[in-house]
């Protein structure tokens, strides 16, 4: 028998693949706009300096326009996947209801926004901080950045032409960008897409987690939570230790189910439940509590998860 949530770990690699590849594609669409753009300049160089600035404020305004909705259209991206990983661990959670004899337990789809929404609103970290902020944050960064190349552009003479390729340069995810780039553009950064996907990266993943636990925490069979590493030389130093040192005498990686600790942006780690009860245990505990006899304190807490799962 495949591990309970199984299916939700392969889909947290997938997604993370698909959203990396999504992100670098919406850079590439505003390369791409401002390419043809570029194809018309090649023989405008000989402009006078009033029609030189009236065109670079024209060029950097339609840039703006276009990094504006590319990060509208992250935005939508970001929560699109969000949405889809916590589909994946409903799923899970669902066939391991069918499973211990659950039925008529079935996604409602609610629980799914909420835990979307508490992650992206920021009351996960209990701050002031939220996806929305953080996008718009770093396109107001951007655009200064932008801003700045021009301006640089301007003040060493260049023709309109290369003050393009600079911007071309800098929009581009695939563009290699060495420390000649920072000496010529202080504070500009060498990939276009790094927040972003730092910013994706994390929000998927912190969906995993929360619905993970939001779903299994009050299940009465799965005792513990243990942290798995994706394995491998990058697994930083952090995530080795909460794999492997036994931190609550249950175990290397395991974790108290109100216990486990939230991965730090750029986390690749997954989680999976502790299990010590059998199949037929479990199925034997279900039918005593199905029939009002047995065990009176597993049947409280089969009442209580059983309320709980309402919510999904
Ligand atoms: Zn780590």
């Not at 299916?7 to 690699?13: D, F, P, S």
């Not at 670098?24 to 029609?51: A, F, P, R, W």
């Not at 391991?96 to 039925?103: I, V």
């Amino acid at each position: 028998m495949p591990k309970p949530f199984e299916y939700a770990q392969g889909m947290r690699n997938k997604i993370v693949e698909k959203q990396r590849k999504e992100i670098k594609g919406i850079y590439l669409e505003v390369l791409k706009e401002l390419q043809d753009e570029i194809t018309t300049l090649s023989y405008k160089d000989d402009m006078s300096e009033n029609l030189k600035i009236k065109y670079l404020k024209s060029m950097k305004k339609e840039l703006e326009e276009n990094m504006r909705y590319a990060d509208k259209k992250m935005e939508k991206t970001i929560r699109g996947n969000m949405d889809n990983m916590v589909t994946a661990i409903l799923k899970d959670n669902q066939t391991f209801l069918k499973g211990m004899g659950f039925h008529d337990y079935m996604s409602n789809g609610k629980a799914m926004r909420d835990i979307v929404e508490r992650v992206a609103s920021g009351n996960l970290y209990k701050g002031k901080w939220s996806l929305s902020s953080a996008i718009w944050g770093d396109n107001k960064q951007k655009l200064n950045e932008i801003n700045k190349i021009v301006a640089k552009g301007i003040m060493k003479n260049k023709g309109v032409y290369n003050i393009a390729k600079d911007l071309e340069r800098y929009v581009n995810p695939r563009a290699r960008k060495n420390y000649n780039w920072s000496n010529m553009f202080p504070g500009s950064r060498r990939k276009i897409d790094y927040n972003a996907q730092r910013l994706a990266r994390t929000m998927v993943q912190h969906a995993y987690e929360e619905s993970f636990v939001a779903v299994t925490k009050n299940n009465p069979f799965i005792e513990a939570y243990q942290w798995i590493t994706s394995g491998g030389s990058r697994v930083c130093a952090l995530c080795m230790d909460r794999e492997s040192v036994d931190h609550y005498g249950l175990g290397p990686g395991i974790y108290p189910k109100d216990k486990l600790p939230l991965d730090h942006p750029n986390g690749m780690c997954t989680f999976d439940v502790v299990i010590t009860m059998s199949n037929d245990e479990i199925a034997d505990a279900v039918a005593d509590w199905y029939l009002g006899v047995g065990d009176k304190s597993m049947n409280k807490k089969i009442d209580k998860y059983v309320k709980d799962l309402k919510k999904f």
